[in-house]
T-cell receptor, first 114, second 114 residues
Framework: GAGVSQSPSNKVTEKGKDVELRCDPI?????LYWYRQSLGQGLEFLIY????????KSGLPSDRFSAERTGGSVSTLTIQRTQQEDSAVYLC????????????FGPGTRLTVL | KQEVTQIPAALSVPEGENLVLNCSFT??????LQWFRQDPGKGLTSLLL?????REQTSGRLNASLDKSSGRSTLYIAASQPGDSATYLC?????????????FGAGTRLAVHP
């Protein structure tokens, strides 16, 4: 079946602009996760959704970052007023139930802020 | 706080060698441990998930072992091939928030040359 998909695959934006990144999880997966991978920091957790609610937002680096999930499926990560330090690969993952089960990752969105 | 370390950071070997990649974690109270592969510019591919109650897990030429008490896991790759060249990452779910946050090591970058 289809895996996790993300769009766009690449995004170049100017400092100060807002961007939206999209994630389509594996059908039937109730849990969805966002991570960020940057050269200096490795892979970092951003936020976790169970259904449409986000019980763990502890990894969001600032209030410029927000995310939502609708219909228990698609999720959007929004970064407002982008900064150069936001440049990274944003990875989405999903799992069947959450609570430590196997996570499956999408191909990521490479964000470059000029 | 859980920390994950991978050794070596990079490895270059001739085709056909058997390899051992190491992963260590500071908090032995883990739920499971997941090994991933990442090709350049791509997302993460799940290779093996080993539950805390298991000692090892096998998939084809890959074998992962887990020693919770010593805080270590190893990924054994038999008869390496150039197609195995990639970065290998290990990750453990963190207790905070119900094991829904994966903590990653920095990865081992493997190059297998013909």
């Amino acid at each position: 079946g289809a895996g996790v998909s993300q769009s766009p695959s690449n995004k170049v934006t100017e400092k100060g602009k807002d961007v939206e990144l999209r994630c389509d999880p594996i059908s039937g997966h109730t849990a969805l996760y966002w991570y960020r991978q940057s050269l200096g920091q490795g892979l970092e957790f951003l936020i976790y959704f169970q259904g449409n609610s986000a019980p763990d937002k502890s990894g969001l680096p600032s209030d410029r970052f927000s995310a939502e999930r609708t219909g228990g499926s698609v999720s959007t990560l929004t970064i407002q007023r982008t900064q150069q330090e936001d440049s990274a690969v944003y990875l989405c993952a999903s799992s069947l139930y959450g609570q430590g089960d196997e996570q499956f990752f999408g191909p990521g969105t490479r964000l470059t802020v000029l | 706080k859980q920390e994950v370390t991978q050794i070596p950071a990079a490895l270059s070997v001739p085709e056909g060698e058997n390899l051992v990649l190491n992963c260590s974690f500071t908090d032995s109270a883990i739920y499971n441990l997941q090994w991933f592969r990442q090709d350049p510019g791509k997302g993460l591919t799940s290779l093996l998930l080993i539950q805390s109650s298991q000692r090892e897990q096998t998939s084809g030429r890959l074998n992962a072992s887990l020693d919770k008490s010593s805080g270590r896991s190893t990924l054994y790759i038999a008869a390496s091939q150039p197609g195995d060249s990639a970065t290998y990452l290990c990750a453990v779910p963190y207790l905070s928030g119900g094991y829904n946050k994966l903590i990653f090591g920095a990865g081992t970058r493997l190059a297998v040359h013909p």
